[in-house]
């Protein structure tokens, strides 16, 4: 129907545009996210996908428990699923879509779709619509009809899918292919264990592995290394760039320097690299001075930094490795926030006063004398030393977002302060009580 006519059927209805290439995008992302239940998974277009369940189904204790895991984990995604499990490809599509859903038990196609209308044989809406102004609405009523009639007055389409979904036709599919991880493996004749073969593997391995990456446009972003030892022990290092990279040099070295935590046992007879992340990284034109570069990068003051970060979170951990990004934020604690250490920055409004180079975790409670209720405090008591103050400069009234929650929903008064060494403070006012936030320079 129209637009004007649903929404006159449905007065608060939600219109979204279609945009039929992001369906099919998303469409086949589901289907290979599907591979983690069977190796075969088709798309059928525009909103469904075909999965062989053949000789899966005792692994998760029969076709019932099959259908129930699948469709708890589609729904789970959010998706609002339809399942159908058959011995023929039209079958299920036909019972998913116009049955009761669930299965069609093995060799009963033929009874179970004779009551379903006959738009679920996969056939053109238009042939569909000259079917029923004959009276052929069911798929049972074509079961006695000559094909040879049925050929000649709707063409052999129509057959075709009426004997596929019965089973007298092989239905060929196209699977798709699982994606899979940019990946070498080395094999050795005799198993290693020593520092130094184990450096000279690594390095052999990370400068295939670019090279391979090089050829499909892509850089690493994290990388896993799996030792298979003689034992059948397998030790594993994992490690992460902050940008894409393919420097065979830059990432060895991440690999070599942890691989202490790696026990080789009694010998290791091989050993995989995984580039289990990847991003896309375009070959960039070197000059004469950065010629001793790798393709990784451009020899230039960025990628020394990116390779400095990538060290630092090796040895450090990802979480000690950061930088603090301004935020548009009148409220002290919610003004800076911590980003990844090369994420990409922007621009933000800072206040125009200024503000203490260091900021308390949590403001502390401190004890004041002051002249007037409203004035600034002519001494405070912080950790039971007492500061007399000299100069103050306030107060700077700051009201949180209103869009916040939380309990704490009052003004604060802030002030400026200096005691008698030059020290500089700043206090605020809190309904009454007066707290510390910070200390200037």
């Not at 000789?55 to 019932?64: R, W």
């Not at 400068?207 to 290394?225: F, P, Y």
């Not at 034109?285 to 390779?307: F, I, K, V, W």
Request: proline share 7%.
């Amino acid at each position: 129907m129209d637009v004007a006519h649903a929404q006159a059927l449905v007065g608060d209805l939600a219109l979204v545009p279609a945009v039929p290439e992001s369906d099919a995008t998303g469409l086949a992302l589901l289907g290979d996210w599907c591979h983690r239940f069977g190796p075969i998974v088709a798309v059928d277009a525009p909103d469904g996908l075909l999965f062989d369940a053949g000789g899966l189904a005792h692994l998760y204790g029969g076709e019932d428990r099959l259908l129930e895991v699948l469709e708890a984990r589609l729904s789970a995604l959010g998706l609002a699923v339809r399942l159908g499990l058959a011995d023929t490809v039209g079958a299920a599509w036909a019972w998913a879509r116009f049955g009761p859903a669930g299965i069609i038990e093995s060799c009963a196609q033929h009874a179970a779709l004779a009551s379903l209308p006959v738009a679920g044989l996969r056939i053109e809406a238009a042939i569909a619509k000259r079917l029923g102004q004959l009276g052929f609405g069911r798929i049972g009523q074509l079961y006695t009809l000559p094909r040879a009639s049925l050929t000649r007055r709707f063409g052999p389409h129509l057959v075709t899918r009426l004997d596929q979904a019965l089973g007298a036709v092989e239905e060929p599919v196209a699977p798709l292919t699982p994606v899979e991880d940019p990946n070498l493996c080395l094999g050795f004749a005799e198993p290693i264990a020593t520092p130094e073969d184990l450096t000279r593997a690594i390095h052999h391995l990370c400068a295939g592995l670019c090279r391979m990456l090089a050829e499909h446009g892509l850089g690493a972003r994290r990388l896993l290394l799996v030792c298979h030892r003689v034992d059948g022990v397998n030790g594993r290092i994992g490690i992460g760039t902050v940008r894409a990279n393919r420097d065979a040099g830059h990432l060895a070295r991440l690999l070599l320097e942890r691989l202490d935590t790696i026990d080789p046992g009694f010998g290791i007879e091989a050993m995989r690299l995984i580039a289990t992340r990847t991003d896309l990284q375009a070959p960039e034109q070197l000059g004469t001075l950065h010629a001793n570069h790798s393709d990784g990068g451009d020899g230039g003051g960025d990628a020394e930094l990116d390779m400095l970060v990538d060290r630092l979170i090796g040895r450090l951990g990802a979480a000690h490795v950061y930088r603090m990004q301004p935020v548009e934020s009148d409220w002290p604690e919610h003004a800076m926030h911590r980003v990844a250490p090369m994420a990409e920055t922007y621009a933000a409004a800072l206040p125009v006063l200024p503000r203490p180079v260091r900021l308390l975790a949590y403001p502390e409670p401190v004890e004041t004398t002051a002249l007037m209720p409203d004035h600034p405090p002519a001494q405070f008591i912080w950790h039971g030393i007492r500061h007399k103050v000299v100069h103050a400069d306030g107060p700077e009234r700051l009201t949180p977002e209103w869009w916040r929650g939380g309990k704490d929903r009052a003004e604060r008064d802030y002030f400026q302060v200096e005691d008698e060494s030059g020290r500089r403070f700043w206090l605020f006012r809190q309904d009454r009580a007066w707290f510390l936030h910070g200390f200037f320079a």
